[in-house]
């Protein structure tokens, strides 16, 4: 026997966070669409849809774009573990968060790893790249954050992923929170590997990494000697799911994968550059209000991410308080920091579907409302001004 | 550009295959519910409900009962890489698929493991386990798959976790297909770690695997010598999103988390005993008019499967054509052999909401048409007649 709680009514939120991003109905009804089986011939056709359709957000030809059966951190996991052997040398540039893991998991995965360092909210210099991989006897991958989620850093990816070539090595993008929300050009920038996440601007629910595998990817892994150490991950035998024979792997998510399947669909039906001007033009009003509201970006100018805006907290204020005010008295979620950034920014996330003027409004109204609760002095209505004459330019 | 396929319509199916099973529609209505934040006060209050109904489905007051991101295949890899490190002796029961999984499993997990075989649809026997204990120096941990889905054998535990225990071993045990659909009692029989799958007798969509570490399995967590190879399964991390600490480690799948807590609210409203029973009679029933259709069963008698029916294919059938025949004409899908037993077998599955009377009537009938069609000797309503006299009974 067990006390058997009442039904679940989650209560209405605007996501504005780091991620999960707000889901469009058409994809919350296509998740709640009856099961069929993962290897019926229905759901094996619905795969190559979705298989077309991630090769369209993510800009390549690359046969081997699959989600992978987890979140964007099992997504990062997969690409590295297949990648890499015990011994390898792999550099990485950790400027946040996420290049701080990506480093963890090579390591774990045997590689010797390099850091290539940068403060937070700054990016990482194709120089230091190039520097690193001076230093090594035989890099096998380099590996950069497109979108640092933890600073708001947008990094450039072009230069670094030559430079990997010019000596030998491949070279990997985390795209968990650009993807769908800002240029992403798998085959023109010679990215030869990526993953991202189902739940930043593809406005899906959390649960599937879109992963890309290119030539020179899909080469390594076929000249693996050793067998890749996560089997759940090890996409020599994905590959033989998601490809032509079906062999049965794992079962796949049915329900996410019809919701990635609607989510992509909407993606395509904006169309990929009205996207991403849709995504600009909203962070631009956000930085016009924030900065009449007085608050700074944490992230470096001329590299700051149009889906998240890290933003530094004034002096003395008590951070939480202020992201508890707009959750509990406007119904918005924003992020705090993470790592050193704890209780020193806000994360604003305007990603997908939550990528909308009406947010942007609401929200710099909802900030200016609890600024003044903690005894900030703003001027009434300003930010508000001052955003529609961003989008009025 | 790309062409933007049309909206996607799953057919009607009726799920009788070895998963997924059917989902009842408030699973399907808790999937569409507008999505929170996977750090919001709301979600946080909800992964406790998750927690202790999943406590109740395993029998256990384990603390660690948490819900993995991704398959049951996922749940396996996670409890093998959290309890193993390299050259730790895991015994494994390798009686079909899923035990030759979790031996392949380990070994990429750095372990020397030892294979205790049995035929595919017969159970390994204690003593067997015992000889292989016996040949170990200091074994790490014996596991078992409780109901082995490739065969629909049904091995029993608890001697083999007690001989676990007299050898100072650990005892795991895949319960993915047994889950609510068969007695689980974890604390009971001393497993010391479990892991399951949602989308078998839980019949909520797949996409998560539940899995309880017990008390010996943490400290033996604790005492790791070496990182878990694993950052994404790594417990010792996940214990901190799932417990009080709330430290962030990846996006939590907000949306099948939501089908979970209510597929499982659907699992204490019904009751254990009586869902266990529901599964028994139902089996009782289908095995009644497989028997009249002259159809015998590929497993161990004594040691079958309530929710999993492994049915040996006549001399000489394509087998194929009869399951295409059953879901092309009637909407069912049932499951075809894997490995040497591909070709040979149907796999049956009747599990939690596809486990009803009028699954089994309406399966055996169209059977009974698809038989006939491949030109077998089958008496008209025959089988029927043998189910509803094994319900009367």
């Not at 046969?63 to 573990?81: K, N, Q, R, Y």
């Amino acid at each position: 026997m067990t006390t058997v709680p009442g039904a679940f009514a989650p209560p209405a939120r605007v996501l504005l966070g780091p991620g999960p991003s707000d889901v469009h109905p058409r994809v919350l009804a296509a998740l709640a669409a009856p099961l069929v089986g993962h290897l019926d011939p229905v759901f094996v056709a619905m795969m190559e849809e979705v298989k077309s359709l991630l090769r369209f957000v993510f800009a390549t030809e690359n046969a081997l774009t699959i989600p992978i059966s987890g979140t964007g951190s099992a997504g990062m996991e997969a690409c590295v573990v297949n990648l890499v052997e015990p011994g390898d040398e792999v550099v990485v540039g950790v400027n946040g968060v996420f290049g701080t893991r990506l480093a963890e998991v090579a390591t774990r995965a045997g590689a010797t790893v390099t850091r290539v360092e940068a403060p937070w909210g700054r990016v990482v210099r194709a120089e230091q790249v190039e520097a690193a991989l001076r230093n090594c006897r035989q890099p096998k991958l380099v590996a950069l954050i497109h979108a640092e989620t933890s600073t708001g850093a947008w990094q450039p990816l072009e230069d670094a992923a030559r430079l990997a070539h010019d000596h030998g090595a491949l070279f990997l993008a985390d795209c968990v929170t650009s993807l769908a929300g800002a240029p992403v050009e798998i085959d023109r920038w010679g990215i030869d590997a990526a993953y991202s996440g189902t739940q930043k601007c593809l406005s899906c629910p959390p649960g599937l990494s879109p992963i890309t595998f290119g030539p020179r990817a899909v080469e390594a892994l076929r000249r693996r000697k050793t067998p890749v150490q996560s089997w759940y991950l090890d996409l020599t035998l994905l590959e033989r799911y998601w490809g032509e024979e079906r062999v049965y792997h794992h079962t796949a998510p049915i329900s996410m994968n019809y919701a990635l399947r609607e989510a992509l669909r909407l993606v395509a039906e904006e169309g990929l550059a009205a996207r991403f001007a849709r995504h600009r033009a909203n962070h631009e009003a956000l930085a016009a209000g924030l900065a009449s509201l007085g608050l700074a970006f944490a992230s470096e100018e001329g590299h700051r991410l149009p889906m998240l805006n890290a933003v530094t907290v004034p002096d003395g204020m008590d951070e939480a308080r202020v992201r508890r005010r707009l959750l509990d008295a406007h119904g918005i979620e924003i992020g705090g920091g993470l790592g050193p950034m704890k209780g020193r920014v806000w994360r604003i996330g305007l990603m997908g579907e939550s990528s909308r003027r009406a947010h942007v409004l609401l929200l710099l109204s909802a900030l200016e409302d609890a600024l003044r609760a903690e005894g900030h002095r703003v001027a009434a209505g300003a930010a508000l001004a001052a955003a529609q004459a961003a989008y009025a330019a």
